[in-house]
C-alpha cells in the first residue's frame, strides 16, 4: 500500500478502509511511515472527518497496539470520563460516592498539561499516595475496595499516546473523531463495561457550542455500543471555574470539605447528577428515586468519606489529612484579588486562570514541568453573580513571589464585569442514557 | 510565534499574514520547524486554500529563498511553462520559432518524473547537450542567440524545491495556491519579464476540469501582476498524448520534424497559438496578424530550424542529428501495437501509457532511476479517431524484452474504444491574454 495514495484518499473526502486504517496507524508505530505523512493524514482527517465505522476501526487498532484489562461481566464496572474544565475535580468527589454504593470503578487518569490539572497530580499532593500499580494490582484494587485510580502504563494504549503527541504538535487535537479514538480505546482497555462521560461546554472546554457536543456525544456512544459499552453523557456547563478551589493539595481540601458535607451547588449537582447515571448503567440503582436515595445517603453516613480514606490508604496515601486538611501542602503566601468595576459577570476566561495558575506552578507548562502542590487559588465568584466594585473575588496561593502581582492582574482581567444582568449558567445543560428510562 | 498556533489559523480558515507565513517558511527552511508540523500546514493549506495575498507572500518568500537572474527591462524576456502533459514536446517546437522572431527566452527546465517526461531530459539524449550552466552563461547566452535552456541550480528558490519534494510524499501537490506559488516564483526568479502558461486539462492533465483551470489561471495572473510580470494563459486539451512520439530522443526527432515542416494538427496549432502570445508579449508582433506571419516565415524560411542547431551547438551539442536523425539514440527493438476492436476512440489514459513506458525506461520512476533516451512509443491515433478491430495504434520502441507484452497491452487497454461516435478535441479550448487586444 501506497501512504501518499492513502492520504490523497482522506484528502479527497473518501472513507478509509479498515484495511488501510490499520496499515496507516500500524507503519507509524513501527516507524516506516514517518511523522510528516502522519501529521498530514491527521490533518485530512480533522478537516474532512471520518465515519463512525472509521473511528470504531481506529479504535479497535489503538486497543489492539497494547496490553488491555479484562473485569468479569457481572462486575458491571463503570467509569467517569471528564472532557477537562478548570477545577475539575469531579473525579474525587464522585468516584467515592459510586464506590460506596457498591459499584466497581476502575480508573486509569491523567497528568495535567497546559490549563487544565490532572487527577493523578492532584492525589500526588497526598503524601505518600502512589498510582504506578501493575494491572494486577489494579484488579485486586477493584475487586477488594471496588476503587483504585492509577496511572496509564506504557503498555496501555501506546498507539493513542504517540499519535496524540503528534496531535498536540501539528494543530489537530480538537478532531471529533480523533477524540473519540483517543478516549474510547483508553477506557476500553482499561476495563470499563460502562462510562458516563461528562462532556463540558463552553467557553471554558475545548468545545464551545452544544451542537459540536452533541455531535461528539454521538459518535462516543456509537463506539462504545460496537465495543459491548454502554455510555451515558452529561452536558455541563463550563463558563465558570468549577467549585471555589483551583489547585492540586487545594482541589484535594475541596474534596474533603465535600464529601464531610459542605456542598457547594456547582460541584453538588454535577457530581450528583454523574453518580446516578453510573449506579443506573452499573445496576447499583433501578430506577433514578433509588440512586439518589443511596447517594444522598452514602454522602451523609460518612460512607463515600470512608471509601475515599480507603482509597488513600490502599494506594499507600497518609489518610490524616481527612481529619485535618492542614496536613496538605500548604502555600506560603496568599493574596487577595478583588473586583476592578461594578456590575454583572457577563463571562470568565477560565482558560486564562488556568494559565496563569501555571506560572504560580499549579499546572506545568511541559511535560517535565515540577509541580507546586499547594499553590492556586479559591475564587469565589461565577458567571451571572453581581458584583461591586472591590468586592472579594478570592485568594491566590503562591510560594514564589515574583510576578505575582502580573499574575494577579492576569486572573482579575479573565472577570468580564458588565453593567448588564447576566444569567446565572445552570452547571447541567442535558443529559443523554438510552439505556435507563430516567 | 508559535508554530502551532499558526497551523491551527490555516487549519480554522483563517489568512495567515504576511509575517506569518514568512516566519514559517523561513523556519521551515533553516529547520526550526519540522517537517510534521510543515505536512500538516500543507494539508491545511490544500483544504482551506489561501488568499491571493498569501499566494503572493509565499512566492516572494520562494524567490528571496535564493538567487535570482535579472535581464533589462528592455528585453522584455519571455517564457513558457506548461503544467505537464505526455509528449509534451512544445518546449522545443516553440522556443526556436519565437527566438528566430527576436525575442529572448530564459528557459529553466527540469526532469521528468513519474508518467510525464521532462525537456532536459529530452535534449540530454542529443550527444554532448549540457544543461547545468552558471547564472553568468545562462546570461550570455539570452544575449547572444536570445535561448538558452538550463537546470536549476541548487540556489534557485531552494525554498520551493524542498517544500515540493516534501508535498510530493504528503498527498498535498495538486494544490492551487501551491501550485501558483511554485510556478512564478521559479519563473520570477529565472528573469522571465513575460510569460505563456500552456495550461493543460483533460483526462491526461493533472487538472480534470476548466472550472479549476480557470481558478488557477486567475490565481497566477494574479501573483505575476503584482511582480510586474505579463502572463497570457492558453487553456489545451490533454485527453490525447500529444503529436505521435512519447519518449526522450524520439521527441527529439519529432522536433526536427516539425521544424522542417512535418505539421501534425495538434503540436502545430499549439505551438502557434503559444507562440502567437509570446511575440506579443515580449512586443516583437504588434498584432496576432503580424504574429501569425512571423511565425510561418520563420519555420519556411528554415531560420527556427537554424536557431534550434544554434541552440544544440551553444550548449555543447553535436547537431549533426538535424541533418540526420537516424544519428539519434535507436532502440534495438520495436513491436507493433493495433486496436482489440472497432468504435471510436472515447478516452485514452495517457497516465497509464505515460507509466507503462517507464517501465521501458523512457521516464523515471525515482529521482536516480537510469533513462534509456531511445524508448518510447509512436502513438497514430487520437480521441474521436474510428478504428477498425486490428487497425495499427502505434509502435513501441524498447531496449529490453522482458515484460514486453505486458507493457503492450497496458498500453493498448489505455485506448477506450466504444460503439457510438465520439467528436474529436480541439487542442485549444481557450486563450486568455489581458495585455494585447487580440
Redesign the interface.
Known sequence: MN???T??KK?NNNPLSPTEIEYFVKSYINNSI???????M???I???GMQPDEVYKLTEIYINSGDTVKFPAEWKTVDKHSTGGVGDKITLTLAPIVAACGAKIPMISGRGLGHTGGTLDKLESINGFRTDYSKQDFSKFIEKSGIAIISQSKELVPADKRIYA?R?????VESLPLITASIMSKKIAEGAQNLVIDLKVGSGAFIKKLDTAKELAELLITVGEKFGQKIAVVFSCMNSPLGEYIGNALEIKETVNYLKGKHLPDIDILTKELAIHMLLLSGKARDKKEAIEKIENAISSGEALNKFRELIIQQGGDAGFIENTDLLPQAKHSRQIFAKCSGWIHEIDSQAIGYALVEVSAGRRQLDSVLNYSSGARLLRKVGDRLQEGDLLGEIYFNDESNIDEICDKIVNSYSIKDSFCEPDSIIIESINKWISL
Not at 514517518?34 to 498530514?40: G, T, V
Not at 498536540?168 to 489537530?172: A, F, L, N, P, Q
Open positions: 501512504p501518499v495514495e492520504i490523497i484528502r514517518p511523522e510528516y505523512q502522519m501529521s498530514a491527521l490533518m485530512a480533522f478537516l474532512n503528534l498536540d504538535v501539528s494543530g489537530t
